[in-house]
T-cell receptor, first 118, second 117 residues
Framework: DTEVTQTPKHLVMGMTNKKSLKCEQH?????MYWYKQKAKKPPELMFV???????INESVPSRFSPECPNSSLLNLHLHALQPEDSALYLC?????????????????FGPGTRLTVL | AQTVTQSQPEMSVQEAETVTLSCTYD???????LFWYKQPPSRQMILVIR??????QNATENRFSVNFQKAAKSFSLKISDSQLGDTAMYFC??????????????FGKGTKLTVNP
């Protein structure tokens, strides 16, 4: 099973709203990722969590706030977004390597949340 | 920094024919992974095939195969017996195998493939 689920599928929000995106995986993966994808472009990495700790923040504005409550869940809290933040937000997970360096590192993606900021 | 180049923004192929998508990359590392991902219009990014740089044998997955030329830093994807369901954006991606931790995927800009009936 290589399933990553994301909710909601679509989200429309105003610039003053607070909303959250949710991502879940039950593959035992210990690394989880948030990507932003604009139309006809490749995904751009935003955040990486490794063993529930934030390991990479690609200089993302503070209006995006990630959270990893446990090894299966990843949230992205949104506040005071701008219209240019409208995009497809993808979550991914991978089997992070253990101390012996074993693991596959292949990232498996969820279906995404289509976000529109008005 | 690593870069991935897909020189064909768009391609088309007739159903049942074979098509090859090109990808080149630039890296100074000797150990890494290469991937092809497919993203149909329904948008979910799906792994097509994966190649580990230390393996000389080209990866294959049913109708999908790669031609991995490490010295030339080339990683092309061949789709045989193309099907309408292969219509999608195809992304080539690179990942280094650094010491511990999660590694970043570096994507190419993508090739939009259309399979015509």
């Amino acid at each position: 099973d290589t399933e990553v689920t994301q909710t909601p599928k679509h989200l429309v929000m105003g610039m003053t709203n607070k909303k959250s995106l949710k991502c879940e995986q039950h593959m035992g993966h210990r690394a989880m990722y948030w990507y932003k994808q604009k139309a006809k472009k490749p995904p751009e990495l935003m955040f990486v969590y490794s063993y529930e700790k934030l390991s990479i923040n690609e200089s993302v504005p503070s209006r995006f706030s990630p959270e990893c409550p446990n090894s299966s869940l990843l949230n992205l809290h949104l506040h005071a977004l701008q219209p240019e933040d409208s995009a497809l937000y993808l979550c991914a997970s991978s089997q992070d390597r253990d101390l012996a360096g074993r693991g596959t590192d292949t990232q498996y993606f969820g279906p995404g949340t289509r976000l529109t900021v008005l | 920094a690593q870069t991935v180049t897909q020189s064909q923004p768009e391609m088309s192929v007739q159903e049942a024919e074979t098509v090859t998508l090109s990808c080149t990359y630039d890296t100074s590392e000797s150990n890494y992974y290469l991937f092809w991902y497919k993203q149909p219009p329904s948008r979910q990014m799906i792994l097509v095939i994966r190649q580990e740089a230390y393996k000389q044998q080209n990866a294959t997955e049913n109708r999908f195969s790669v031609n991995f030329q490490k010295a030339a830093k080339s990683f092309s994807l061949k789709i045989s017996d193309s099907q309408l369901g292969d219509t999608a954006m195809y992304f080539c991606a690179f990942m280094s195998t650094g010491q511990g931790g999660s590694e970043k995927l570096v994507f190419g800009k993508g090739t939009k493939l259309t399979v015509n009936p």
